[in-house]
């Protein structure tokens, strides 16, 4: 399996579990029923689909993706009435000016060369008075503790480098991805053209034994996993043996007591001013 092949699946499961009620708590209060909603990157689905039971019968909403397997899976998995799945390009989308009462994105801009374009693409269509939410972590605010020989630190920065290269998905599509971007989220929709500008933040948290497990074991899995070794062992940004530290480093982790490991993710609501 090459690493194209690979990559993505791999974070489709994970992506899998997430809804608009895990992700999206602070922009709950935006989703009103009869609206008309995008979710913008909407992946396999799920936070789209469950976008539905906020907007209800007299409401729709439409997830846009570019990769057309993320759809047929999403397709696939959910079906009803005011539901729909679209392919297209974030940076000209096909709906007409004006188009949504919300517009909702999780993780996606992280992995764009030009975020503001995306915006400014998303401001186009949402209606005016609409609201956007928007989400990205951001790697400056990762706690891990204890890391006596840096190994842990090296293995994050190691999979942020290989975003950076444009070789994080093996795609063009995703060229440039920037993980500490969630700090400029706010400062982003000022300059899109937004008011009402409002910035939030949740951390993703792991300090009891069995999440430090289970955190440590989908790192492992990553670094362990052949696409993987080979892609970043052929670029240069990591060796066979540097690997090996980190996959013990994280085994070492994951039986610690006391161990303890955060991320902050940065969220962003604003509004399309009234004509």
Known sequence: MNYQDWVQPSHWQFHSRRSIDTVGQFFLPFIKEGASGLDAGCGTGSITASMMRYVGNGGNVIGVDINAKALEIAR????????????????AMSFPENTFDFVFSHGV???????????????RVLKPGGTIGIS???HDSILIY??????????IELQENLWKTGSGWGSTEHEGS?????KSLCRLLVEAGFTHVSGYARCEYYGENQAIAASAESEISTLTATPFVDRVTALGLSSKEELAKMVEAWRQFSVTDGAFRVKTICEASAKKQND
């Open 136 to 138: 990205a972590v951001d």
């Open 109 to 123: 801009l992280i992995h764009c060369q030009t975020p503001l374009a995306i915006l400014k693409e998303l401001y």
């Open 76 to 91: 696939g998995r959910y079906s009803m009435p005011g539901l729909q799945f679209v392919e297209g390009d974030l940076y």
């Open 146 to 155: 204890p890391d006596p020989n840096g190994w842990l630190k090296k293995s």
């Open 178 to 182: 920037n993980l500490r971007l969630g």
